[in-house]
């Protein structure tokens, strides 16, 4: 009878069975990447360890926006030089991560937490849609850019807000079709990014 032998002690699969878990990462990727923290203990390990339980210490959920960072407000929200007349919607964190790497937006962001999705039974009331509404009824807005991602559940989500926000003195746009049909924000380039924001129009 063969017996597999135990490459690494339990506390060490632990770690790369939760680094798999991680999205792009795969068992494989996960053992390598332990491997060269355990190698470069002080200079990788030790500094990951300190990052982690610094954020873990202080991860908040922006009250204003919904972003996660480790202040309420975020660091987004709390910048002065941010264009407050200008609201940028998003369906995910992930998203609003994406718009701010390419410095694309200038104003500020409102985080929804998902989309309208009667398969997945997500509804207004487990979104972020009446915080939006709200937020722009209390004024200071000019324009609201709902930066849904180019599936059925995010221009039925983009469609319901606009029906929402009809009544609002509020210009309303969204990206232009430029993004590829069932694409999602995190995963464009720059350059797409770019030429959606610079083309978005007028809804309805």
Known sequence: MIIAAAMASSEIEALVTQLARLPGLGPRSARRAVLHLLKKREGSL?????????????????ATCGNV????????CADPRRDARSLCVVEEVADL???DRARLFPGRFHVLGGRLSALDGIGPEQL?????????????IDEVVLAMNATLEGQTTAHYIADRMEALPVRLTQLAHGLPVGGELDFLDEGTLAQALRARRPLG
């Open 69 to 76: 960072d480790t202040r309420d407000p975020c660091a987004i």
């Open 128 to 140: 972020g849609i009446d915080a939006l509404v709200a937020r722009v009824a209390a004024g200071g």
């Open 46 to 62: 030790d500094p990951l360890i300190a990052a982690l339980q610094g954020v873990r210490a202080h991860l908040v959920t922006c």
């Open 97 to 99: 991560w994406a718009l």
